[in-house]
């Protein structure tokens, strides 16, 4: 094999069959994206090659974590005007037209990450072969970027598979392993590591007819089918995200209708549409939140800590299912609780999960072998980190305390998932207090991707970096915030909450408050949330949270509670459900000025984000509004609400604030706060 191999992002090799071998190893990171050097120095790459003539080229990654994961994000994030864009999407385009135009056969050699940009130069292939784990992921998501494929991505794949297929991939922005991506006509071969070189050799040497859509695929671009499918497509978006917050997949559905047929006005199509879409304040907002979230995955980056064992005390709704998403995540776990028959319920849930996650009767296995049932405690003196999630009382808990430190390995955690004890009332049953953090997990654990870590007084920096570190382990998200009642998320959610069981109280249809709320953007209503979770869950954090900020709880509220009316879980609520959705009654006609109802729930939800901001509860700003998103869901296209506060203005916000304060009450009283905000501190 000869081999010349050049500086920068890529190494070229051509074997004794005449076939180029092109590696794209991105230059000081551990992903492959593709900035503008990267697709300048590979357009290069490919005339050289073109001018060689060989046998045929296969184009695959040296990166562990797979292919390539899209366009570089800094770069996109980093784009002035329309124009701008539109030059990056060009030199994209030219570069993945010369890999489709070369004289010979092309093969892309995918591993892991085949994403937008990625996936948009593997369609620019006559082939692909993926090899055959589910950890290889096929899509074109950048409609959760806020814009939608500009390299080529939809003008390649929709004529290639059928619109029907494709357009799910595009508009939902999911992706697929090899397999499903075999079925769907997208990849060629699925083949085990060992083969991967092998397939993609036979492919260039066979050159067989490359994959072409079946008759109903090519059917589906039909230009009688397109204004009929369209309509369809609209809908389903529709019931996903509103045109006026999220208007890529819309745009995507209209360039489909108008250029199916003619790949060269899809081509330029996809330029102009997505320039002005990347221009926009949505897709400005969700980059923002990718960053944000990068932001908290880096606070987990200790590589050093490498727990193994994990010991949970508690097997309720919370403990259970902890216990359950670390087994999946791969540690050894035990589960602790007052009797085996506590336990059980747990074990069924966790086998439930394991099932829909991992698929493969032996991995399931694996998982619940992995998942020990421990009432006696025997796990405590093995456990690199205990995770308390047992009822919530200040005393039981200190003293199970008392009696497990003792048997606990040196240096090993304490975490408690206590959601509203400050940590400095259950320290002191503890010998090393600087072991004891918190880990506030969210319901539901396998759906909630952050994970609150609470700093007490004496919690040690090294402990609170170990709990961030595990945190990642576990594939959430850490925020640290501190040992300050409700802590970040659920006291800032508390304040929105109440002041939709005040509006309801006042006569307002709970379904018309939750309207007003998914309007803004949030993904549920207030009403519908209160339920889910419980109101007397509710109730309880906002009595803690009453004593503490002196805040009034709606008589409404505790007399639901009273009733045994806990909401979801109890079949009535403020809503009835059945069959674990709530029964919502159209609110027909009504008078009801839906942007006071808005206003008033979220400007108590902003006014809470600003006290908590002015008692640095977080250390700063970003981290709240990447608290919120990934907490509770707070509307991602507004970027949270900090960046939400600051992009209509503080004062705007204040003095609406303030006039409902003459209107409604105390409750509206800006916090100081809001001084200090516009101060820029
Ligand atoms: P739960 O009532 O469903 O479960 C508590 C479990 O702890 C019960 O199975 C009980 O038998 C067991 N337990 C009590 N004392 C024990 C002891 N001394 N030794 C061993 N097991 C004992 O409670 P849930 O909802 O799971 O809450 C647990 C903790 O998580 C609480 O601190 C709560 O504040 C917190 N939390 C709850 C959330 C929720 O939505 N339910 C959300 C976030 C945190």
Request: charged share 25%.
């Amino acid at each position: 094999m000869n081999e010349s191999s050049t500086p920068g992002h890529f190494h070229v090799e051509t074997d004794a069959d005449g076939i180029v071998w092109l590696t794209f190893d991105k230059a000081g990171t551990s992903t492959n994206t593709f900035s503008v050097d990267a697709l300048e120095q590979l357009d290069s790459h490919l005339q050289q090659i073109a001018d060689q003539k060989p046998r045929g080229l296969v184009i695959r990654s040296a990166k562990a974590n797979g292919f390539i994961a899209g366009a570089d994000i800094s770069t996109l994030a980093g784009i002035a005007s329309e124009q701008e864009a539109a030059g990056l999407l060009k030199l994209g385009q030219a570069v993945f037209n010369r890999i489709e135009d070369m004289p010979f056969p092309t093969v892309a050699l995918i591993h892991g990450f085949c994403l937008g940009g990625g996936m948009e130069l593997a369609l620019a292939c006559s082939y692909r072969v993926t090899r055959d784990d589910p950890g290889t992921r096929l899509g074109l998501p950048e409609v959760r970027l806020g814009v939608h494929p500009g390299w080529g991505g939809s003008a390649r794949m929709v004529p290639l598979i059928g619109a029907i297929k494709a357009m799910d991939l595009i508009l939902s922005g999911r992706t697929v392993d090899g397999r499903s991506g075999r079925r769907m006509g997208l990849v060629e071969l699925v083949v085990p590591e060992r083969h991967l070189a092998a397939a993609a050799r036979k492919l260039v040497m066979d050159a067989p007819p490359p994959y072409r859509a079946g008759l109903l695929d090519r059917l589906s671009n039909h230009a009688l089918v397109r204004p009929l499918l369209a309509r369809v497509l609209r809908k389903q978006v529709a019931k996903r995200a509103s045109k006026l917050h999220y208007p890529a997949p819309y745009a995507m559905i209209d360039l489909w209708q108008k250029h199916a047929n003619d790949k060269q006005a899809m081509l330029r199509g996809e330029v102009e549409s997505f320039a002005k879409l990347a221009h926009g304040v949505t897709a400005r907002n969700l980059m923002r939140v990718y960053f944000l979230q990068e932001q908290l995955k880096s606070l987990g980056k200790d590589k050093s800590y490498q727990p193994k064992f994990v010991h949970v005390i508690g097997a309720g709704t919370m403990g259970g299912d902890i216990a359950a998403w670390c087994a999946l995540r791969g540690f050894q776990v035990s589960l602790q609780d007052q009797a085996p028959e506590r336990i059980a319920p747990a074990l069924a849930r966790a086998h439930k999960l394991f099932r829909r996650k991992l698929k493969k009767p032996v991995k399931v296995r694996e998982a619940m072998d992995r998942l020990l049932p421990d009432h006696k405690g025997m796990g405590v003196k093995r456990a690199d980190i205990v995770i308390e999630a047992i009822f919530e009382d200040a005393e039981v808990k200190r003293s199970l305390y008392k009696d497990i430190e003792p048997r606990m390995k040196a240096g090993a955690l304490l975490a408690t998932n206590t959601s509203s004890i400050p940590l400095e009332e259950l320290a002191p049953a503890l010998t090393h207090p600087e072991r004891l953090v918190g880990l506030h997990f969210f319901n539901p654990v396998a759906k909630m991707m952050l994970v609150e870590i609470v700093n007490g007084t004496s919690t040690s920096a090294e402990v609170s970096a170990k709990a961030m570190a595990f945190t990642r382990k576990i594939d959430r998200l850490p925020l640290p915030v501190t040992s300050t009642p409700g802590f970040l998320v659920n006291r800032i959610l508390m304040p929105y909450l109440m002041e939709a069981v005040v509006l309801e109280a006042e006569g307002v249809p709970p379904a018309l408050i939750d309207k007003a709320a998914t309007s803004f953007g949030m993904p549920m209503g207030p009403v519908e949330l209160a339920d889910t979770v419980g109101l007397d869950i509710c109730l309880h954090v906002a009595e803690v949270l009453a004593d503490h900020f002196d805040a009034e709880i709606p008589e409404n509220l505790r007399q639901l509670v009273a009733s045994g009316k806990l909401g979801k879980k109890s079949g009535q609520g403020f809503y009835q459900w059945k069959k674990g959705k709530a029964l919502k009654q159209k609110p027909g006609g009504s008078n009801w000025n839906m942007d006071e109802i808005t206003n008033r729930l979220v400007l108590r939800l902003l006014n809470e984000s600003v006290s908590c901001l002015r008692e640095h509860v977080v250390a700063e700003k970003d981290l709240l509004d990447a608290g919120m998103i990934f907490g509770t869901g707070f509307a991602p296209f507004r970027g949270g609400p900090v960046h939400y506060i600051e992009s209509i203005g503080i004062d705007v916000q204040q003095k609406k604030l303030e006039e409902l304060q003459k209107l409604r009450g105390k409750r509206f009283t800006p916090d100081p706060g809001w001084n200090e905000l516009k101060g820029g501190t």
